[in-house]
C-alpha cells in the first residue's frame, strides 16, 4: 500500500519568510512519481513539480525548491521569500507503478498562510 | 488552450436522489481520472477512465459509478446520496494512461442535505 504523510497541517509566517514543507512517502514500488500540488480557495489543484524515483537531483524554480531524499523517503518543498499569493493548501502526492496504476495518493495537505 | 472544464460547479441535492457530475478535459487528452474530497478523508482516488475503458477504481461503493465517451468526456454518477457524499469532486485529464502528466479541474462542489 502506499502512503503519503504531511505532518504539518498548518503554518503561519510573515511575508518574506522561507518556508519549508515536509512531506514522507511509503511505497513498495521500486519506480514511482511524486508531487507537490497547490489548492487555492478556488479549489483547483495547481500542479507545481513532478519527481521520478530515479531522478534525486534537487531543483529550483524561481522561489521554489525542492528536496528528494529517497534514504528517508522524504520530499519537501521550500518557498523562498514567500508571499501572500503563496496562501493555500499544499498537498504532496506518490503514484507507483505497481498494481494501483497510475493513481495518485495524496497526503494530508498543508495549510499555509502568509501574513503581510 | 482550454483547461479541464467541470460541470456544474456547485450542486445541492437530497439524500436518496442521484447526481451525474460533468468533466470535459483538456484537448488532446484522453485519460480522465475523478477524485472527492472531503475534510474527513482528504483527497481519495475514484476511478480513472481511458478510451473509454474505467482501468482502474478506487474504494468505493458501487452507488458511484463513471463513464467515458468517445469524445474522451467523462461522467460520473452517484445514485442513493448520502449526507457523507459530500463533497468537492475532481476531475483530472492527462495526454494517456500512466503519463502522469495530470491536469486538474475545479472541481463541483456538492452538498447533500
Known amino acids: 500500500a502506499q502512503k503519503v504523510t504531511q505532518a504539518q497541517t498548518e503554518i503561519s509566517v510573515v511575508e518574506k519568510e522561507d518556508v519549508t514543507l515536509d512531506c514522507v512517502y511509503e511505497?513498495?514500488?521500486?519506480?514511482?512519481?511524486l508531487f507537490w500540488y497547490k489548492q487555492p480557495p478556488s479549489g483547483e489543484l495547481v500542479f507545481l513539480i513532478r519527481?521520478?524515483?530515479?531522478?534525486?537531483q534537487n531543483e529550483i524554480s524561481g522561489r521554489y525548491s525542492w528536496n528528494f531524499q529517497k534514504s528517508t523517503s522524504s520530499f519537501n518543498f521550500t518557498i523562498t521569500a514567500s508571499q501572500v499569493v503563496d496562501s493555500a493548501v499544499y498537498f504532496c502526492a506518490l503514484s507507483g507503478l505497481g498494481g494501483g496504476g497510475s493513481r495518485l495518493t495524496f497526503g494530508e495537505g498543508t495549510q499555509l498562510t502568509v501574513n503581510p | 488552450k482550454a483547461g479541464v472544464t467541470q460541470t456544474p460547479r456547485y450542486l445541492i441535492k437530497t439524500r436518496g436522489q442521484q447526481v451525474t457530475l460533468s468533466c470535459s478535459p483538456i484537448?488532446?487528452?484522453?485519460?480522465v481520472s475523478w477524485y472527492q474530497q472531503t475534510p474527513g478523508q482528504g483527497l481519495q482516488f475514484l476511478f480513472e477512465y481511458f478510451s473509454e475503458t474505467q482501468r482502474n477504481k478506487g474504494n468505493f461503493p458501487g452507488r458511484f459509478s463513471g463513464r467515458q465517451f468517445s469524445n474522451s468526456r467523462s461522467e460520473m454518477n452517484v445514485s442513493t446520496l448520502e449526507l457523507g457524499d459530500s463533497a468537492l469532486y475532481l476531475c483530472a485529464s492527462s495526454l494517456n494512461q500512466g503519463d502522469y502528466g495530470y491536469t486538474f479541474g475545479s472541481g463541483t462542489r456538492l452538498t447533500v442535505v
Open positions: 511505497t513498495r514500488d521500486t519506480t514511482y512519481y
Open positions: 519527481r521520478n524515483s530515479f531522478d534525486e
Open positions: 484537448s488532446g487528452h484522453r485519460s
